[in-house]
C-alpha cells in the first residue's frame, strides 16, 4: 500500500490548510503528527464509513477528517490553525473497520508533510 501526502505548508496561526493523502484500496485511515523532541501523536481518524470519524481532543472542532473513494483520496481540512499545530504529518492505513486513534493498530504510513503554523 503506497501512501502519498501532500498539501502542506506555511500558514499565519488562524489560517487553515487541507491536507491530501492518495491511497488505493480500502482501509480505516488516519491522521498522525509528530512535532520535533515529542512522540507521534494521533489527530484523527475515520473507518470503512466515512461518517465513522474521531479526534484528539486538540483539534476537535477544528479539524475534519473526509474520504473520497472515488479519488482513492483521504482528506484532512484544518482550520483555525494554531502555532502549536506545527508538525509533519502523516496518514496511515489500519486493517479493521472502525476508526482508532491507536498508532499500533496503523500498519502502513505515508512520507509526511510538514504543516508550520506561525504566530
Known amino acids: 500500500v503506497q501512501l502519498v501526502e501532500s498539501g502542506g505548508g506555511l500558514v499565519q496561526a488562524g489560517g487553515s490548510l487541507r491536507l491530501s493523502c492518495a491511497v488505493s484500496?480500502?482501509?480505516?485511515m488516519g491522521w498522525f503528527r509528530q512535532a520535533p523532541g515529542k512522540e507521534r501523536e494521533a489527530v484523527a481518524a475515520?473507518?470503512?464509513?466515512?461518517?465513522?470519524?474521531t479526534y484528539a481532543d486538540s483539534v476537535k472542532g477544528r479539524f475534519t477528517i473526509s474520504r473520497d473513494y472515488a479519488n482513492k483520496m483521504v482528506y484532512l481540512q484544518m482550520d483555525s490553525l494554531k502555532p502549536e499545530d506545527t508538525a509533519v504529518y502523516y496518514c496511515?492505513?489500519?486493517?479493521?473497520?472502525?476508526?482508532?486513534?491507536?498508532?499500533?493498530?496503523?500498519?502502513?504510513w505515508g512520507q509526511g508533510t510538514l504543516v508550520t503554523v506561525k504566530a
Open positions: 496511515a492505513a489500519a486493517r479493521r473497520y472502525s476508526a482508532t486513534l491507536v498508532v499500533q493498530e496503523y500498519v502502513h
Open positions: 484500496g480500502r482501509y480505516v
Open positions: 475515520i473507518g470503512l464509513q466515512s461518517d465513522n470519524r
